[in-house]
């Protein structure tokens, strides 16, 4: 048989399945009587698929929200899609309909990666609630204020670092992250600033997924019977890629985790979540080695790659480790377009703290415009412009409009769009932290939607925003973020460019990062003794 009769052969199941699908979804629809959510006209067969966008879709959506309406309806190849742009529709699905909207998009690529262990692509159900259980148990508010001395020693760390290496500051935030939830997770210390070796293997792993799941980038995604054939076919590369992931997944899950097994008599080990967890599952008499693992790796993945992530430019999505950041970058080059926003954040820590130490987290409520200056950050460049996909589990009627649930609904939370409302955030393309404001207090919006919805809500958001506040706050009392000069002297422009991808990053930009005194140099050095 040659290989134009295997293909025939192999695209006649695919081609009764998905018209399968189709007539039964119109079916559906017709005998409902109800009709989708407004969106771009579908052609015949194919939807929209040629208008569904494979950069910057948030930007497209966004778009699409300002002509249909808060909640659009698209299609692609007999999948149906619902793009979630207003707050509130997203309020009502993903909050007060939990149980409807909490399942995931199936995405092959993601099981032949081998990371479909991972709590953010776990199908709703009950693996799912065990190992989010277990993982709120170590990363629930409370318990998570206990990760602060850890959190301050490494904010430290870094006002150190960058004193001596400021032009390494991409890489340095890069290292926090991973430092931070490394001696939390596992109670091991960054043995080295840069390629650490689980560092280096947690990113790696990560770099192949976030680059497997972006839209548009393997066939085997849009028809997954295409997983079933033999990689040395033409088009099938996908499958070395998997092959590859797998070991490097299965490494980055056991790996630190034998650390761990081993180095119980450490105390620093010993209180780590996975020591505790690990304590926990002997006095039960029993192993849970396995979900243990998962659980720690979920924290491990998003430590090393939530903050930071590969820039994902050029043809080969597969190619190059040039590392960046995301939240903390963006502080970075909003000080550097922002002096007098800088200088007035900088004003309220030296009136509230003073200079003569650096600011704790007790401090966080006597200063609301450092706090107002940390939720625009977020709102300003959201790291996920559209959060993480969710799916239907059941048919659902939403103010009149159908959703279909045979494959499960992808539905999008567009968290550009609810960051662009108009009608909520006056001007929202300026960097405006006064917008926090309502009669001179601090108002009740804390940019929760940047951790998600729901029963979907990051589950280390605690932990993520305690860095983050920290962080930000102690860089301001500390140092001067400009703009970069040239040999001459005259500044060097900074261009506002952020990455395509899952996560949207400020791509390279030269700063200036200097200390704002001597006594910010001593309350630095001070802190490394």
């Not at 939240?327 to 003073?354: C, R, W, Y």
């Not at 239907?392 to 409302?421: C, K």
């Not at 990053?505 to 140099?521: G, V």
Request: glycine share 6%; aromatic share 10%.
């Amino acid at each position: 048989m040659d290989y134009r009769s295997f293909f025939v052969l192999l695209g006649v199941p695919v081609l009764l399945k998905f018209f399968g699908e189709k007539l039964l979804r119109l079916w559906k629809q017709y005998s409902s009587g109800l009709p989708f959510p407004p969106g771009p006209p579908p052609r015949i067969f194919v939807g929209n698929y040629a208008e569904i966008p494979t950069e910057l879709s948030w930007l497209t959506y966004t778009d699409w929200g300002k002509r249909y309406g808060g909640l659009v309806h698209a299609s692609a190849l007999g999948q149906h899609i619902v793009i979630v742009n207003s707050l509130k529709t997203a309020s009502d699905l993903f909050e007060k309909r939990s149980h409807i909207y909490s399942d995931r998009p199936t995405v092959p690529m993601v099981e032949l990666l081998g990371w479909e262990f991972n709590l953010g692509f776990l199908p709703y159900g009950e693996r799912w609630r065990r190992q989010r259980r277990m993982f709120q148990q170590h990363f629930r508010r409370d318990i998570a204020q206990t990760y602060r001395p850890i959190q301050i020693r490494k904010v430290h760390k870094l006002l150190q670092e960058l004193l001596v290496r400021p032009q390494e500051f991409r890489e340095l935030i890069r290292t926090l992250a991973a430092a931070i939830i490394m001696a939390t997770v596992y109670g091991y210390e960054i043995q080295r600033e840069t390629n650490d070796y689980f560092v280096t293997l947690s990113e790696n792993a990560a770099n192949i997924l976030v680059a497997s799941v972006l839209p548009g980038a393997l066939a085997v995604n849009v028809f997954p019977i295409l997983r079933h054939l033999p990689g040395w076919l033409p088009g099938c590369g996908f499958q070395q890629i998997a092959a590859e992931s797998r070991v490097l997944v299965e490494e980055m899950k056991s790996a630190p985790f034998e650390f761990v097994k081993q180095n119980m008599v450490e105390d620093a080990v010993a209180k780590s979540v996975v020591g505790r967890l690990l304590q926990a599952s002997e006095a039960r008499g029993r192993s849970d080695d396995s979900i243990i693992q998962e659980v720690a790796s979920v924290a491990y993945g998003a430590g090393s790659d939530t903050v930071s992530t590969s820039s994902m430019q050029g043809r080969n999505l597969f190619s190059g480790r040039n590392k960046t950041v995301s939240a903390l970058a963006t502080f970075f080059l909003v000080m550097a377009l922002h002096p007098d926003i800088q200088k007035k954040a900088q004003n309220e820590i030296d009136s509230i703290i003073g200079t003569h130490r650096l600011p704790e987290y007790g401090d966080r409520p006597s200063l609301p415009f450092v706090e107002a200056l940390y939720r625009e950050v977020q709102r300003w460049r959201p790291v996920l412009p559209l959060g993480v996909a969710h799916a239907t589990s059941e048919d659902d009627i939403y103010e009149e409009l159908w959703s279909d649930p045979i494959s499960g609904t992808t539905v999008i939370s567009n968290t550009w769009a609810m960051t662009r409302d108009e009608s909520v955030y006056t001007d929202p393309e300026r960097f405006n932290p006064d917008r926090f404001f309502t009669e001179g207090k601090l108002n009740n919006d804390d940019v929760g939607i940047a951790f998600g919805f729901g029963r979907r809500i990051c589950p280390g958001r605690h932990a993520a925003d305690s860095t983050l506040w920290a962080t930000i706050a102690s860089i301001l009392s500390t140092f001067n973020i400009a703009k970069a000069k040239d040999e001459s002297g005259k500044e060097i422009d900074i261009d506002v460019v952020y990455s395509d991808g899952f996560i949207s990053h400020p791509l390279a930009f030269a700063c200036s990062i200097t200390p704002r005194s001597e006594t910010a140099k001593s309350l630095i050095h001070a802190t490394a003794h």
